[in-house]
T-cell receptor, first 114, second 111 residues
Framework: DAGVIQSPRHEVTEMGQEVTLRCKPI?????LFWYRQTMMRGLELLIY????????DSGMPEDRFSAKMPNASFSTLKIQPSEPRDSAVYFC????????????FGQGTRLTVV | SQQGEEDPQALSIQEGENATMNCSYK?????LQWYRQNSGRGLVHLIL?????REKHSGRLRVTLDTSKKSSSLLITASRAADTASYFC???????????FGKGTKLTVNP
Protein backbone atom coordinates (compact mmCIF):
# COMPACT_ATOMS: atom_id res chain seq x y z
CA ASP A 1 0.00 0.00 0.00
CA ALA A 2 1.26 3.50 -0.79
CA GLY A 3 0.28 4.80 2.62
CA VAL A 4 -2.02 7.70 3.34
CA ILE A 5 -2.07 10.02 0.36
CA GLN A 6 -2.89 13.69 0.66
CA SER A 7 -3.29 16.28 -2.03
CA PRO A 8 -2.25 18.87 -2.77
CA ARG A 9 1.10 18.99 -0.91
CA HIS A 10 1.10 22.77 -1.02
CA GLU A 11 -1.73 25.22 -1.48
CA VAL A 12 -1.52 29.00 -1.64
CA THR A 13 -4.80 30.83 -1.84
CA GLU A 14 -6.23 34.26 -1.29
CA MET A 15 -8.33 35.15 1.68
CA GLY A 16 -11.99 34.46 1.04
CA GLN A 17 -11.40 31.63 -1.40
CA GLU A 18 -12.63 28.10 -0.89
CA VAL A 19 -9.99 25.48 -0.17
CA THR A 20 -10.44 21.72 -0.46
CA LEU A 21 -7.92 19.29 0.95
CA ARG A 22 -8.07 15.64 -0.03
CA CYS A 23 -7.10 12.40 1.63
CA LYS A 24 -6.96 8.75 0.62
CA PRO A 25 -6.55 6.51 3.67
CA ILE A 26 -4.82 3.15 3.72
CA UNK A 27 -7.07 0.45 2.30
CA UNK A 28 -8.83 -1.48 5.04
CA UNK A 29 -8.48 1.22 7.66
CA UNK A 30 -11.78 2.19 9.20
CA UNK A 31 -10.71 5.27 11.16
CA LEU A 32 -9.72 8.53 9.51
CA PHE A 33 -8.45 11.60 11.33
CA TRP A 34 -7.84 15.19 10.25
CA TYR A 35 -5.23 17.14 12.22
CA ARG A 36 -3.94 20.69 11.93
CA GLN A 37 -0.39 21.63 12.95
CA THR A 38 0.84 25.12 13.77
CA MET A 39 3.80 26.40 15.74
CA MET A 40 1.55 28.05 18.28
CA ARG A 41 -1.00 25.29 18.91
CA GLY A 42 0.88 22.16 17.95
CA LEU A 43 -1.04 19.22 16.49
CA GLU A 44 -4.79 19.58 16.92
CA LEU A 45 -7.38 16.92 16.15
CA LEU A 46 -10.09 18.53 14.04
CA ILE A 47 -12.44 15.63 13.28
CA TYR A 48 -12.41 11.88 12.91
CA UNK A 49 -14.52 9.32 11.10
CA UNK A 50 -15.30 5.67 11.73
CA UNK A 51 -16.60 3.65 8.79
CA UNK A 52 -17.16 6.90 6.89
CA UNK A 53 -19.32 8.38 9.66
CA UNK A 54 -18.15 11.53 11.51
CA UNK A 55 -17.77 10.62 15.17
CA UNK A 56 -16.34 13.71 16.79
CA ASP A 57 -16.02 17.11 15.16
CA SER A 58 -15.51 19.07 18.37
CA GLY A 59 -12.08 20.18 17.19
CA MET A 60 -13.36 21.90 14.07
CA PRO A 61 -12.61 25.54 14.80
CA GLU A 62 -15.50 27.24 13.04
CA ASP A 63 -18.43 26.66 10.72
CA ARG A 64 -16.13 27.64 7.89
CA PHE A 65 -14.60 24.20 8.23
CA SER A 66 -16.37 21.09 7.00
CA ALA A 67 -15.29 17.52 6.34
CA LYS A 68 -16.82 14.66 4.43
CA MET A 69 -16.07 11.03 3.82
CA PRO A 70 -18.29 9.84 0.96
CA ASN A 71 -16.65 6.41 0.87
CA ALA A 72 -13.99 4.33 2.57
CA SER A 73 -11.22 5.51 0.27
CA PHE A 74 -11.70 9.26 0.18
CA SER A 75 -12.18 12.22 2.51
CA THR A 76 -12.15 15.98 2.07
CA LEU A 77 -11.62 18.90 4.40
CA LYS A 78 -13.07 22.13 3.12
CA ILE A 79 -12.53 25.67 4.33
CA GLN A 80 -14.93 28.28 3.01
CA PRO A 81 -14.15 31.14 3.15
CA SER A 82 -10.47 30.80 4.02
CA GLU A 83 -8.67 33.28 6.29
CA PRO A 84 -4.96 33.96 6.88
CA ARG A 85 -5.19 32.37 10.35
CA ASP A 86 -6.09 29.08 8.68
CA SER A 87 -2.52 28.86 7.39
CA ALA A 88 -1.09 25.62 8.76
CA VAL A 89 -0.10 22.11 7.79
CA TYR A 90 -3.11 19.81 7.62
CA PHE A 91 -2.55 16.11 8.17
CA CYS A 92 -4.76 13.17 7.45
CA UNK A 93 -4.18 9.91 9.31
CA UNK A 94 -5.84 6.52 9.32
CA UNK A 95 -5.89 3.44 11.52
CA UNK A 96 -7.67 0.12 11.41
CA UNK A 97 -8.92 -0.27 14.96
CA UNK A 98 -9.78 1.79 17.96
CA UNK A 99 -7.18 4.19 19.36
CA UNK A 100 -4.99 1.48 20.83
CA UNK A 101 -2.99 0.97 17.69
CA UNK A 102 -0.82 3.26 15.65
CA UNK A 103 -2.07 5.90 13.30
CA UNK A 104 -0.50 6.27 9.86
CA PHE A 105 -0.04 9.83 8.70
CA GLY A 106 0.03 11.35 5.26
CA GLN A 107 2.70 13.84 4.24
CA GLY A 108 0.41 16.76 4.93
CA THR A 109 -0.87 19.74 2.99
CA ARG A 110 0.83 23.04 3.71
CA LEU A 111 -1.84 25.71 3.36
CA THR A 112 -0.97 29.37 3.05
CA VAL A 113 -3.79 31.89 2.94
CA VAL A 114 -2.65 35.36 1.88
CA SER B 1 -6.15 21.41 24.42
CA GLN B 2 -3.20 19.04 24.43
CA GLN B 3 -3.37 16.03 26.68
CA GLY B 4 0.35 15.32 26.65
CA GLU B 5 3.10 17.83 27.26
CA GLU B 6 6.64 17.00 26.23
CA ASP B 7 9.71 18.22 28.05
CA PRO B 8 12.11 19.68 27.12
CA GLN B 9 10.81 21.66 24.17
CA ALA B 10 14.22 21.44 22.53
CA LEU B 11 17.28 19.26 23.10
CA SER B 12 20.68 19.44 21.45
CA ILE B 13 23.24 16.67 21.94
CA GLN B 14 26.32 15.17 20.31
CA GLU B 15 26.26 12.04 18.22
CA GLY B 16 26.71 8.97 20.40
CA GLU B 17 25.09 10.50 23.45
CA ASN B 18 21.75 9.39 24.84
CA ALA B 19 18.64 11.55 24.49
CA THR B 20 15.83 11.52 27.01
CA MET B 21 12.47 13.15 26.43
CA ASN B 22 9.60 13.25 28.87
CA CYS B 23 5.84 13.40 28.48
CA SER B 24 3.27 14.27 31.10
CA TYR B 25 -0.47 13.88 30.72
CA LYS B 26 -3.53 14.78 32.72
CA UNK B 27 -6.25 12.16 32.57
CA UNK B 28 -6.50 8.38 32.51
CA UNK B 29 -5.18 6.68 29.42
CA UNK B 30 -5.48 3.40 27.60
CA UNK B 31 -2.08 3.67 25.98
CA LEU B 32 0.66 6.14 25.19
CA GLN B 33 2.42 6.34 21.85
CA TRP B 34 5.55 8.09 20.65
CA TYR B 35 5.86 9.49 17.14
CA ARG B 36 8.66 11.08 15.22
CA GLN B 37 8.40 13.89 12.67
CA ASN B 38 11.18 14.87 10.32
CA SER B 39 11.08 18.43 9.07
CA GLY B 40 8.37 18.90 6.48
CA ARG B 41 7.11 15.34 6.76
CA GLY B 42 4.25 13.46 8.37
CA LEU B 43 4.45 11.74 11.73
CA VAL B 44 5.79 8.22 11.96
CA HIS B 45 4.85 5.84 14.76
CA LEU B 46 7.75 4.67 16.93
CA ILE B 47 6.36 2.70 19.84
CA LEU B 48 3.18 2.10 21.84
CA UNK B 49 3.03 1.27 25.54
CA UNK B 50 -0.20 0.17 27.19
CA UNK B 51 -1.36 1.42 30.56
CA UNK B 52 -0.59 -1.93 32.20
CA UNK B 53 3.00 -1.92 30.95
CA ARG B 54 5.90 -0.16 32.64
CA GLU B 55 8.68 -0.43 30.11
CA LYS B 56 9.11 -1.29 26.45
CA HIS B 57 12.08 -1.54 24.12
CA SER B 58 12.43 -1.27 20.37
CA GLY B 59 15.95 -1.20 18.97
CA ARG B 60 17.69 1.87 20.40
CA LEU B 61 14.42 3.14 21.89
CA ARG B 62 13.32 2.59 25.45
CA VAL B 63 9.98 3.86 26.73
CA THR B 64 8.82 3.90 30.32
CA LEU B 65 5.37 4.65 31.67
CA ASP B 66 4.46 5.66 35.21
CA THR B 67 0.68 5.88 35.46
CA SER B 68 0.83 7.01 39.10
CA LYS B 69 2.78 10.10 38.02
CA LYS B 70 1.01 10.34 34.67
CA SER B 71 4.31 10.50 32.87
CA SER B 72 6.35 8.69 30.24
CA SER B 73 9.90 8.96 28.98
CA LEU B 74 11.52 8.12 25.67
CA LEU B 75 15.21 7.27 25.69
CA ILE B 76 17.19 7.10 22.47
CA THR B 77 20.54 5.47 23.06
CA ALA B 78 23.69 6.06 21.02
CA SER B 79 22.06 8.83 19.06
CA ARG B 80 22.86 9.49 15.42
CA ALA B 81 22.59 12.63 13.30
CA ALA B 82 19.69 10.91 11.50
CA ASP B 83 17.73 10.95 14.77
CA THR B 84 17.36 14.72 14.40
CA ALA B 85 13.60 15.28 14.37
CA SER B 86 10.68 16.31 16.54
CA TYR B 87 9.29 13.70 18.89
CA PHE B 88 5.69 13.65 20.05
CA CYS B 89 3.82 11.69 22.64
CA UNK B 90 0.17 10.88 22.03
CA UNK B 91 -2.32 9.49 24.47
CA UNK B 92 -5.21 7.21 23.74
CA UNK B 93 -7.90 7.66 26.32
CA UNK B 94 -9.73 4.65 27.58
CA UNK B 95 -12.80 3.98 25.49
CA UNK B 96 -11.91 6.64 22.97
CA UNK B 97 -10.48 6.39 19.50
CA UNK B 98 -8.90 9.81 19.80
CA UNK B 99 -5.17 10.27 19.80
CA UNK B 100 -4.24 13.57 21.41
CA PHE B 101 -0.74 14.89 20.80
CA GLY B 102 1.59 17.13 22.77
CA LYS B 103 3.63 19.93 21.19
CA GLY B 104 6.73 17.83 20.84
CA THR B 105 10.42 17.89 21.67
CA LYS B 106 12.74 19.09 18.93
CA LEU B 107 15.89 16.95 19.05
CA THR B 108 19.07 17.99 17.30
CA VAL B 109 21.92 15.49 17.14
CA ASN B 110 25.17 17.15 16.13
CA PRO B 111 27.67 15.06 14.17
Amino acid sequence: DAGVIQSPRHEVTEMGQEVTLRCKPISGHDYLFWYRQTMMRGLELLIYFNNNVPIDDSGMPEDRFSAKMPNASFSTLKIQPSEPRDSAVYFCASSHTRGDTEAFFGQGTRLTVV
Amino acid sequence: SQQGEEDPQALSIQEGENATMNCSYKTSINNLQWYRQNSGRGLVHLILIRSNEREKHSGRLRVTLDTSKKSSSLLITASRAADTASYFCATGKGGSEKLVFGKGTKLTVNP
